[in-house]
């Protein structure tokens, strides 16, 4: 079975400063991975996947995530964040093989102070 | 590009009456999917459609659940009877096919049952 675990409930970092919110998955097989933001009231929006390739992935808004096969992370990053990308983030994963089925981790929510 | 779209936005029901949830997805889209993302969780898959077959319902309470997508376009999710644990938010998201693996959501419902 697949799963994912985003071990921080929230992470507080001061506007300009880099973020990382992480993000470990556990599946049989290579996995598809995902990020997702949820702002409130509004649904969640893709930000950026990882399918094949280069272990760095670029997203929306500047928004970045490094596939590390050997721990089974997929953190996502930012260089300077900003009070707006507060929000309430998600990491998915897909096992390789099948439907196109996700997975959520239970979500982390990022605070950004100004 | 109109979004995928979901009525009504909030609903309060008492327990043991019935609910329904609309959802409208993008045009062309051919996979629809209905989760439940009960507060401090993630969304969680209840059942997912290719066209207007079910492809994964594993998750979905029979007993009490029941979704239809008549046409492969618009869907609706019902609820009979209603229990307290159903409270909770119903996002609608869709995709262009089985493996485009992005899938785009709508605002949800909120539903709380008293």
């Known amino acids: 079975a697949q799963s994912v675990a985003q071990p921080e409930d929230q992470v507080n970092v001061a506007e300009g400063n880099p973020l990382t919110v992480k993000c470990t998955y556990s599946?049989?097989?290579?996995?598809?991975l995902f990020w997702y933001v949820q702002y409130p009231n509004r649904g969640l929006q893709f930000l950026l996947k990882?399918?094949?390739?280069?272990?760095l992935v670029k997203g929306s808004y500047g928004f970045e995530a490094e596939f590390n096969k050997s721990q089974t992370s997929f953190h996502l990053k930012k260089p300077s964040a900003l009070v707006s990308d507060s929000a309430l983030y998600f990491c998915?994963?897909?096992?390789?093989?099948?439907?196109?089925?996700?997975?959520f981790g239970k979500g982390t929510m990022l605070l950004v102070s100004p | 590009e109109a979004g995928v779209a979901q009525s009504p936005r909030y609903k309060i029901i008492e327990k043991r009456q019935s609910v329904a949830f609309w959802c409208n997805p993008i045009?062309?889209?051919?996979?629809l999917y209905w989760y439940q993302q009960i507060l401090g969780q993630g969304p969680k898959l209840l059942i997912q459609f290719q066209n207007n077959g079910v492809v994964d319902d594993s998750q979905l309470p029979k007993d009490r659940f029941s979704a239809e997508r008549l046409k492969g376009v618009d869907s609706t999710l019902k609820i009979q009877p209603a229990k307290l644990e159903d409270s909770a938010v119903y996002l609608c998201?869709?995709?262009?096919?089985?493996?485009?693996?992005?899938?785009?959501f709508g605002p949800g419902t909120r539903l709380t049952v008293t």
């Open positions: 599946v049989s097989g290579n996995p598809y």
């Open positions: 998201a869709s995709g262009s096919g089985l493996f485009s693996y992005e899938q785009y």
């Open positions: 998915a994963v897909i096992q390789r093989a099948g439907y196109s089925t996700l997975t």
């Open positions: 990882y399918i094949t390739g280069d272990n």
């Open positions: 045009s062309g889209h051919a996979t």
